[in-house]
């Protein structure tokens, strides 16, 4: 098959990290796959939310919050002043869980690790973008931490990336843009981590039923996608 930029089916567009984008966040990465741009900043805070504070036995704690910027898709979207909509939320809680899966919470102390994701470009797999950015703003964020001796380096516990697969025109691709996105029969975004443990799965057949096949073979395809994602992961670390 055939695809509108060119690719294979098992290609990833082209991803790009730029490491300290903004001067004030602890960690801040501009995450690029391909025209989807997704700027993701990672902030330490001494300070936990009430219901952790109250626990029996307190713990670090990591969420986080997205945001699609007006201008950053084909039409203006307005701007979420009173309170997130209902797929924001549910964008926000997906990279929150993926990435509290990168640290281990007890270690991290009495602090939370706050990640915003706001996208300026949206062209298709906008939590995916966020996730494999956002984990490289967070082991930014805590790095210092651990150089100083104020936190273990075991406190990363797991390597962490995410990308989007599907079924379209009956083919399996990896790492939709969003003409390819809104015509798939089979939509999934699978997180998982360095070793290919899976973190979460979410898949909908958008037109028809598919076959348990068809999954396993789309999460082999996510799986390959997120080695090569770790790998560039790594890259920018060592050139941060």
Known sequence: MTRSDGRTPNQ???ISFEIGFTRWAEGSVLV????THVLCNATVDDTLPGWLRRAPEPHGWLTAEYALLPRSTHRRVQREKRWPKGRT???ARLIGRSLRMAVDLKQ????????DCDVLQADGGTRAAAITGGWLAVKLALQ???DAGELPPSVFAHQVAA???GLVDGAPLLDLPYDEDVRAEVDLNVAMTAVGQIIEIQGTGEKAPFARRQLDQLTDLAAAGIQQLCQFQQDALSGA
């Open 12 to 14: 990833l567009r082209p």
């Open 89 to 91: 939320q549910e964008i």
């Open 32 to 35: 690029k796959f391909g025209d």
């Open 163 to 165: 990308v989007s697969v």
């Open 108 to 115: 991290l102390g009495r602090r939370q690790v706050i990640v």
């Open 144 to 146: 210092p931490l651990i």
